[in-house]
């Protein structure tokens, strides 16, 4: 049941925070799946704090090193179910390596990406998926560069699975995560989740979003053709796409690795803890 991932934490995103919604679908998602054996991971920013309302195990992170994070858990145990939590600047922008190589590797996880298209936390500075323009503080004069389409540079590193959901549709996204986790590989959704302090262009994507709909997710020119539709930017009055625009099977980096394969790690090991605290000293 969805309270079952709930935790006594007081949450602090702002009422109304698309976040919230974001919280509810993942809870909706892995409470349908059925499955507890998963390690959760986040980034740091607000989206971050997700980690804290989750009653599952993991990691709360470091700034842009979600994945590695998972990646390690996912080769220390290849049983487990692991899902990390970053932002558009966490991942994009500090993260972009992790970003990009994990989709060479295919490990058999999950990245969600809350992408408010600021650093919302630290109030409002532009990320590498602001629209060119974007006036802040930090970019008084008006950003003069053009947004990082995160679902192209996904594709073209070779992801096997690639989706784009939208935090105010709730049922849809609860959908998308438990398709992006039950699948074998890598999987990514970058997730619209306007920030209504910094960034609220909730109204931009109430009149523009829409559900791909016969499109065929193992063409790979359809997929990118349909990631092509929204730059990122909000002069022009574009439809913005969301589903799940490319889904390939592919080699997953346990199958791959032969160490992985072996189940050494049930192996019970018994680490000397005295010793090992010793050299500390
Ligand atoms: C290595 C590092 N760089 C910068 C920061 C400062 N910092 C903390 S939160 C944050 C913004 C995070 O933005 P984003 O990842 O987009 O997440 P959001 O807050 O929008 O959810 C930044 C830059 C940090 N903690 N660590």
Redesign the pocket.
């Known amino acids: 049941m969805t309270k079952d991932f709930s935790t006594k934490e007081t949450i602090t995103w702002c009422p109304g925070c698309p976040n919230f919604k974001i919280l509810k679908a993942f809870k909706a998602a892995v409470a349908e799946l059925g499955n507890r054996n998963i390690a959760i991971v986040s ?5 971050a704090k997700i980690y804290d309302y989750i009653n599952l195990k993991g990691f709360y992170g470091i ?2 090193r979600v994945l590695p994070v998972c990646l390690g858990i996912k080769m220390g145990n290849p049983k487990m179910t692991v899902v990390g939590f ?5 991942t994009y922008n ?1 993260g972009i390596s992790h970003f990009i190589h994990n989709y060479r590797y295919n490990a058999d996880m999950t990245m969600l990406v ?1 992408n ?1 298209q ?5 109030t409002g500075q532009a ?1 590498a998926t602001t629209e060119k323009g974007f006036i802040d503080g930090s970019t008084p004069l008006g950003l003069k560069e053009r947004p990082l389409n995160p679902l192209i540079m996904a594709l073209e590193s070779g992801a096997s699975f690639v989706a784009r959901g939208y935090a105010l549709d709730v049922p849809h996204l609860k959908d998308l995560i438990k398709q992006a986790i039950l699948h074998k590989g890598f999987s990514f959704i970058d997730i619209l989740q306007p ?1 209504i302090i910094f960034h609220n262009v909730v109204p931009y994507f109430q009149k523009n979003v829409y559900k791909l709909k016969n499109h065929k997710q193992e063409d790979f020119s359809a997929a990118l053709l349909k990631a092509r539709q929204w730059d990122y930017c909000f002069d022009k009055d574009k439809k913005v796409p969301i589903g799940i625009f490319y889904q390939k099977t592919s080699p997953a980096f346990e199958s791959y690795w032969p160490q992985l394969k072996k189940p050494w790690h049930t192996v019970l090991r018994k680490p000397n803890w005295q010793k090992i605290i010793g050299e500390f000293k």
């Open positions: 980034g740091v920013g607000c989206h700034h842009g970053g932002g558009d600047g966490d500090e809350h408010n600021v650093f919302s936390l630290t990320t920030c």
